[in-house]
Nanobody, 129 residues
């Protein structure tokens, strides 16, 4: 089971750190992805971590503001979000797959979404003054 947490209301320019925790399996055996879905919009890939290969990857849309990290000891993956904008308002999800995946850098958002096997419940991030 995956569970994303850490969402909330933040002012523009603020920061949040989202956590993705796993129970029942070890995250470092999986490729983990972070995704978001804004109201009325399609789900999009934000970034991910492939422990055994690529490492961390962040999409261009949030590069320079968001970073991904993992803590094997805590069986968790994190999404640090800085300089938040109202357009970042969305439900944020983490997902996992044990199937070998190509580097995230060569996948489209749709391909990254389709490649995930397990999805956690989202955590809502609202950026507003």
């Amino acid at each position: 089971q995956l569970q994303a947490s850490g969402g909330g209301l933040v002012q523009p320019g603020g920061s949040l750190r989202l956590s993705c925790a796993a129970s029942g399996f070890t995250l470092d055996r999986y490729a983990i992805g972070w995704f978001r879905q804004a109201p009325g919009k399609e789900r999009e890939f934000v970034g991910g971590i492939i422990w055994s290969g690529e490492g961390t990857f962040i999409t261009d849309s949030v590069k320079g503001r968001f970073t991904i990290s993992g803590d094997k000891a805590k069986n968790s993956v994190y999404l640090q979000m800085n300089s938040l904008k109202p357009d970042d308002t969305a439900n944020y999800y983490c997902a996992a797959t044990v199937t070998p995946v190509p580097p995230y850098s060569v996948l489209t958002s749709a391909q990254a979404i389709a490649g995930m096997d397990y999805w956690g419940k989202g955590t809502l991030v609202t950026v507003s003054s």
